[in-house]
């Protein structure tokens, strides 16, 4: 488990570090960011924010027109919401 949750930690590190490729760097970290999200479902499934996080997913691959607006600041927001529930589940767990 821990180790599984080492690599969950390492996977997202590298996701928000193809954050800094602006918007070449967004589909790749977006990509990154789901394969987290899903992996830390399994892994903790009990977590309520990890559901939260999932259904704002789904609602932005729903609702997005595939037009560059306001609306891609939800993804960006998603990436920094998914860091969180990592880090603090780390933090419930020690």
């Not at 390492?10 to 070449?24: D, E, H, K, R, S």
């Not at 394969?35 to 999932?54: D, H, S």
Request: glycine residues 6%.
């Amino acid at each position: 488990m821990k180790k599984a949750f080492k690599i969950l930690k390492i996977v997202n590190i590298i996701a928000l570090v193809f954050l800094l490729l602006g918007p070449y760097g967004l589909p790749v970290t977006g990509g990154l960011q789901i394969i987290c999200g899903l992996f830390f479902t399994f892994l903790f499934p009990r977590n309520k924010l990890i559901y939260i996080y999932l259904g704002l997913v789904l609602f932005f691959f729903l609702a997005w027109t595939r037009e560059i607006n306001w609306f891609l600041m939800l993804p960006i927001s998603l990436i920094f919401f998914l860091t969180y529930i990592i880090y603090s589940q780390k933090i419930q767990k020690s």
